[in-house]
């Protein structure tokens, strides 16, 4: 499946930011859906994380502050982020994983200002 994010850019501290990831096809029988973020000169990590039987799972720097939803009419899985930090300032992908199978969309920038 390919994967597009959008809704990245730039916003300041304690402000708000959700991200979008549309699929090329159905996202109804894929396994996971998930958003990971790479910060410069940092490895990738997963940043949440949501099942097909809507199992979720958060980062615990992210925890109480963003939320992944997916909405399989619209193919789309979606990434609220409130109260914004300087640190998570990162290029954010969407991954999906389905029988083995691993995707990853091109990435989304999303900076924080202090």
């Known amino acids: 499946v390919q994967l597009v994010e959008s809704g990245g850019g730039l916003v300041q501290a304690g402000g708000s930011r959700r991200l979008s990831c549309a699929a090329s096809?159905?996202?109804?029988?894929?396994?996971?859906m998930g958003w990971y973020r790479q910060a410069p000169g940092k490895q990738r990590e997963l940043v949440a994380s949501?099942?097909?039987?809507?199992?979720?799972n958060y980062a615990d720097s992210v925890k109480g502050r963003f939320t992944i939803s997916r909405e399989n009419a619209k193919n789309t899985v979606y990434l609220q982020m409130n109260s914004l930090k300087p640190e998570d300032t990162a290029v954010y992908y969407c991954?999906?994983?389905?029988?083995?199978?691993?995707?990853w969309g091109q990435g989304t920038q999303v900076t924080v200002s202090s």
């Open positions: 991954r999906a994983q389905d029988r083995g199978v691993i995707d």
């Open positions: 949501i099942t097909s039987g809507g199992s979720i």
């Open positions: 096809g159905s996202i109804f029988s894929i396994n996971e």
